[in-house]
């Protein structure tokens, strides 16, 4: 980790440091711990979002650090075909491979800092799976996927899915050279990312050097939240002590600090958090297995359109077979 980085960070354009004399900086509501599961055919998870109101979330839903694992040959899983609706699911893999196919047409594969965007507005299938080579030969797994909300202006928009590239993601440097952020969708001081969406958000995964203090310009419209992929550090004014697994819930600013350990565990050379950000959509949410709506009625419908095949087919020539 991480997969995409740069020979000099010190050449990339930077983001400006907040003027304290101007700049409120956030406090630090929350830390919590996300336990671990397993997802689909079962792969392992940590559960990011675990223990956090949605009015926190909002317009987040849910979250899983899937790995970081070295598998065996034969032991890499992924999900078998299911629905979605009325939301937004954001894959971004930062090592190993994934396939991803749904039945609108897109897909493919994504690999080492590449990120899948897929709307399912009114209904989409789709799974998601290592590559049978992948299967056969074993090896590192470690990504993210989160789910987005939609408000009900366009939970029933038509499908549409984004591969976004590793290359194609805005690299930028913090104002010392001490980190390098890759902003995926929104944007960080003007300076906009490749992912197009629905609901106003911002997602940038941030590597920290040892020693290194970010203080990063944050709209106050946008909700804060930080989650720790590898290594150890602090965050906040106060310097909060935050590690693995761990996310850091922001109150209200205009921008937050976070700081890396000058000393890191052996199997991180760095600090990497993935930092996301919202305009909160501040609706009714009803929510359950693969559905997000706004209404247990909607729900309902879901269910029952997904039964009746209205959601889509599983194309002829498909994966997972």
Same mark, same amino acid.
């Given at each position: 980790?991480?997969?995409?980085?740069?020979?000099?960070?010190?050449?990339?354009?930077?983001?400006?440091?907040?003027?304290? +004399?101007?700049?409120?900086?956030?406090?630090?509501?929350?830390?919590?711990?996300?336990? #671990?599961?397993?997802?689909?055919?079962?792969?392992?998870?940590?559960?990011?979002?675990?223990?956090? @109101?949605?009015?926190?979330?909002?317009?987040?839903?849910?979250?899983?650090?899937?790995?970081?694992?070295?598998?065996?040959?034969?032991?890499?899983?992924?999900?078998?075909?299911?629905? #979605?609706?009325?939301?937004?699911?954001?894959?971004?893999?930062?090592?190993?491979?994934?396939?991803?196919?749904?039945?609108?047409?897109?897909?493919?594969?994504?690999?080492?800092?590449?990120?899948?965007?897929?709307?399912?507005?009114?209904?989409?299938?789709?799974?998601?799976?290592?590559?049978?080579?992948?299967?056969? @030969?074993?090896?590192?797994?470690?990504?993210?996927?989160?789910?987005?909300?939609?408000?009900?202006?366009?939970?029933?928009?038509?499908?549409?899915?984004?591969?976004?590239?590793?290359?194609? +993601?805005?690299?930028?440097?913090?104002?010392?050279?001490?980190?390098?952020?890759?902003?995926?969708?929104?944007?960080?001081?003007?300076?906009?990312?490749?992912?197009?969406?629905?609901? !106003?958000?911002?997602?940038?995964?941030?590597?920290? @050097?040892?020693?290194?203090?970010?203080?990063?310009?944050?709209?106050?419209?946008?909700?804060?939240?930080?989650?720790?992929?590898?290594?150890?550090?602090?965050?906040?004014?106060?310097?909060?002590?935050?590690?693995?697994?761990?996310?850091?819930?922001?109150?209200?600013?205009?921008?937050?600090?976070?700081? +890396?350990?000058?000393?890191?565990?052996?199997?991180?050379?760095?600090?990497?958090?993935?930092?996301?950000?919202?305009?909160?959509?501040?609706?009714?949410?009803?929510?359950?297995? !693969?559905?997000?709506?706004?209404?247990?009625?909607?729900?309902?419908?879901?269910?029952?359109?997904?039964?009746?095949?209205?959601?889509? @087919?599983?194309? +002829?020539?498909?994966?997972?077979?």
């Amino acid at each position: 980790m991480p997969a995409v980085t740069v020979d000099n960070v010190l050449a990339l354009e930077r983001v400006r440091r907040p003027d304290p +004399a101007t700049t409120e900086l956030r406090p630090v509501r929350q830390v919590t711990t996300a336990p #671990h599961g397993l997802e689909g055919e079962g792969f392992p998870v940590r559960r990011a979002f675990a223990g956090v @109101s949605l009015a926190d979330l909002d317009p987040f839903v849910h979250m899983d650090q899937m790995g970081e694992v070295e598998y065996a040959p034969g032991e890499p899983k992924g999900t078998p075909w299911h629905p #979605h609706r009325g939301f937004e699911t954001v894959t971004y893999m930062i090592d190993g491979t994934f396939q991803h196919q749904d039945s609108i047409g897109g897909g493919g594969l994504i690999t080492n800092g590449a990120t899948q965007w897929m709307t399912a507005g009114a209904g989409i299938l789709h799974i998601e799976r290592p590559p049978e080579d992948l299967v056969a @030969s074993g090896g590192l797994f470690h990504g993210i996927q989160l789910w987005v909300n939609l408000p009900r202006r366009d939970k029933w928009v038509p499908p549409r899915y984004q591969g976004i590239e590793p290359h194609t +993601a805005t690299l930028l440097s913090s104002h010392d050279g001490g980190a390098l952020l890759r902003v995926i969708a929104g944007e960080v001081d003007g300076h906009k990312g490749p992912g197009v969406t629905y609901t !106003p958000i911002t997602l940038v995964h941030a590597t920290l @050097s040892p020693g290194a203090r970010l203080e990063l310009p944050w709209p106050r419209r946008l909700n804060a939240l930080v989650y720790v992929l590898a290594g150890r550090g602090t965050v906040g004014e106060d310097g909060r002590p935050v590690q693995t697994g761990q996310l850091a819930v922001f109150g209200t600013g205009d921008a937050f600090a976070v700081a +890396a350990d000058a000393t890191q565990d052996s199997s991180t050379s760095a600090l990497e958090l993935l930092v996301l950000g919202g305009e909160p959509i501040a609706e009714p949410v009803a929510a359950y297995g !693969p559905f997000v709506m706004n209404t247990r009625d909607e729900l309902t419908q879901a269910f029952e359109d997904f039964h009746a095949g209205r959601l889509g @087919s599983i194309p +002829a020539e498909h994966i997972g077979h």
